[in-house]
């Protein structure tokens, strides 16, 4: 994207600020970014922000690969469970999950990065609830992704903006150079 980006307009400068959802979503509500991706909020926006949906990731259940994969389920109420940092909007979906399924898992550690938690998957410190998405699934970890069928529930990506501009000619060319890759 970034790429493409470059290719059509090699004059824009481009910062990429990382950051937690709530944090990039203060920033471009201040205007101190012009956009960001982020986790889609569990909250109404401010009328003055534009949300546009940039793809939608389904929640897999990782595993260790020697561990007996029987329902999923069931197998978060059998294993120690590292759990998607719940103040974090991807990891409150982990939470209202576990809620309607009446599950208490037993935590046996909590935090926001997803390769991390794929590493102590690997290691076979627990199973853990993450979204099927960025660089752990092509770095092609030694676990096992057990499919949620349909209790599947997904975390939106989506691209904020402030609405007044929206319209202006790199926000357009950055919308489609990001649409483009997805």
């Known amino acids: 994207m970034l790429l493409k980006l470059r290719e059509q307009a090699p004059g824009i400068e481009t910062k990429l600020v990382p950051g937690v ?82 599950i208490q898992p037993r935590q046996v550690l909590e935090l926001d990065e997803l390769d991390a938690i794929v590493k102590m998957v690997e290691s076979g410190l627990g199973i853990a609830l993450i979204p099927e998405a960025g660089l752990w699934v092509e770095n092609k970890p030694r676990v096992q992704i057990i499919d949620l069928g349909d209790k599947v529930f997904h975390r939106d990506l989506v691209l904020i903006s402030r609405y007044g501009s929206r319209q202006s000619p790199p926000q357009k060319l950055f919308r489609e150079c990001v649409m483009e890759q997805v």
């Open 21 to 102: 959802s709530l944090d990039l979503l203060n920033q471009v509500d201040s205007g101190e970014i012009d956009l960001a991706i982020i986790i889609r909020p569990p909250f109404q926006l401010p009328k003055e922000l534009e949300l546009e949906l940039v793809r939608s990731e389904p929640f897999v259940l990782v595993a260790p690969t020697d561990m007996d994969a029987n329902e999923p389920l069931k197998m978060l109420t059998e294993y120690p469970f590292i759990r998607y940092d719940r103040s974090s909007f991807g990891g409150r979906l982990v939470t209202q999950f576990m809620r309607r399924q009446h």
